[in-house]
């Protein structure tokens, strides 16, 4: 379960991915979350609990349609209640009961021992920890076509995929590279060849990322072509990526290299890693239209966005905060797909795709690079 409260969807920065529902929801479908809705902190016993709740807040288990539902998006969070003995006391605690112990019946403590006094103290002090609350919060759009969630790690997607499932009935894809490509333009990564971007690295020595390579030919866009897109419906918007950046490489060797003092895009270090056959795995995307600036850090492998800053607004109240925020996204979305259709079209077209290894190669060894 992801840490901390609700906020992203309605203020702050935002930390999410895209999933694609499989099927539209039942009518009933608050009803439902309702029914499953997180029970009362009074019941909260040793092994946890969990269980649905509004946007709002994590302790809002009043779940209705007025409250579920902001201009036709579904927004739930998935709630989390646990008691935990903080680290440094359960280690303090059971440190007295070992010395109470030595000093009573004399001799080492095996660990057996141990654990059993760490059983105890558990035992002992546990009821009386105030309940840690965490969520995943979720948005569905009003078509019922992609679904936001807070769920960056895999445990916590597998868990909010289990738990919308259990409630109804409904599966939720994560919209990873793969995923996007397929679904999008009817291209799969199994008819993908390998492509090295390295002048020094053969075709055949380079393992197949479809989210590598599209992160990798951003930056190459961006330096080479002007660093633009057309957004259909959007407009037109500039983009930039920038550090911390972090490169990877299948085989043998270093596989990762972390760039993120001084100007990492044109540092020696990033050229000798182009150079090495890696390829960039993470970065900062910024995008902008006109007077409005998004930025995000992007894992290109699965499509997670990292603490995403929105356009500065200043609607009034919840509501009008919800719904500016949920049309940024969407603009940010928009432009973003329109950005990785570009690089599909052009990575699934073979002779295309020959000639922008060949520039990306040269781009790669004329890199002026500073130390």
Known sequence: MERGNTVGFDSGSLTFRMYYPTGALPGDAVRRFASDAAPPLNMLGPGGMSGWVTGRHLLDREITEAKARIGGYLWLTLMKAERKIPPALLRAECMLAELARQQRDGGAMNRSARAEIRREVTDRRLPDMPPQLSGISFVLDAAGEWLYATALSPKASETLA?????????????????????????????????ASFSPEVPDSEAEPSLGQDFLTWLWFVMETRGGSINAPGRGEFGFMIE????????????????????????????????LSGKKLCAARLTMARENDKWSVYLDSETFGFRSLKFPKTAPAGLEGRFMERMSLLETFRDAFLAMFDAFVDERFNAATWRETCREMKKWVAGRQARR
């Open 243 to 274: 550090g911390p950046l972090v490169f990877v490489a299948e085989g043998n060797g270093a596989h990762q290299a972390v760039l993120n003092k001084g100007t990492p895009l044109l540092s020696a270090e990033a050229k000798t890693a182009l």
């Open 162 to 194: 289990a738990a919308f499932k259990k409630t109804t009935g409904a599966d939720i894809l994560e919209a990873t590279p793969a995923a996007i490509a397929l679904k999008r333009k009817q291209k799969n990564v199994r008819d993908m060849d390998p």
